[in-house]
């Protein structure tokens, strides 16, 4: 799996967008960029994915550069609520037709967001 | 619909003592996994099942044991808990055709 690096720690201003970045330069053409986030004393929750085109759920939108190097994910409207610790992932799926391992994705430290009022 | 449910939710062990971690999922999904988290750092995955009958061994399997006994169950034990278990331990599980991986609330456990 290639491997991302991510800020350690972030703020952002409640009401404002919180762009979330992720570098992730040895992705391979079949590699998928996952976001999850988690809670304190939670367990995590998955937010958004994408492979080579921005997309955009209820809860996120991901854009991914051209070159797929990085990608960002924007919280348009970061509530109190939003402050978590944000995973960014790149995983190949599907599988390899011929792999019988199972689909696990293998989570970083993560950013920090605090979302302040 | 509970999703994936793990028990217990926390537990205080000694040294020496074991332990069956129990998750099970009700989205009748094939893989399903178990991760620890240690105070500031990310998830680090202990093993998984890619389907009923099978185990892997992931990240940080020293120490912990699985089974997977049906397509609803995985769980965990620690056959002889050590202080270094000491964790925050998450039951996971994913559909064959789905991305998402649907997370426990988490079992906090403590070994003294």
């Known amino acids: 799996d290639a491997k991302t690096t991510q800020p350690t720690s972030m703020d952002c201003a409640e009401g404002r967008a919180a762009n979330l970045p992720c570098n992730h330069s040895t992705i391979s053409g079949n590699e998928y960029v996952y976001w999850y986030r988690q809670i304190h004393s939670q367990g995590p929750q998955y937010i958004i994915h994408?492979?080579?085109n921005n997309e955009t759920n209820e809860m996120a939108s991901l854009i991914i550069t051209e070159d797929r190097k990085s990608s960002t994910l924007i919280l348009p409207h970061a509530t109190l609520r939003d402050t978590a610790v944000y995973y960014c992932i790149v995983r190949a799926h599907p599988l390899p037709a011929n792999s019988n391992s199972g689909y696990a994705l293998n989570f970083g430290k993560g950013t920090s967001l605090l979302v302040t009022p | 619909n509970a999703g994936v449910t793990q028990t217990p939710k926390f537990q205080v062990l000694k040294t020496g003592q074991s332990m069956t971690l129990q998750c099970a999922q009700d989205m009748n999904h094939n893989s399903m996994y178990w991760y620890r988290q240690d105070p500031g750092m990310g998830l680090r995955l202990i093993y998984y099942s890619a389907s009923e009958g099978t185990t892997d061994k992931g990240e940080v399997p020293n120490g912990y044991n699985v089974s997977r006994l049906n397509k609803r169950e995985f769980s965990l034990r620690l056959e002889s808990a050590a202080p270094s278990q000491t964790s925050v331990y998450f039951c996971a599980s994913r559909g064959a055709l789905g991305n998402t991986i649907y997370f426990g609330e988490g079992s906090w456990l403590t070994v003294v």
């Open positions: 994408g492979l080579k």
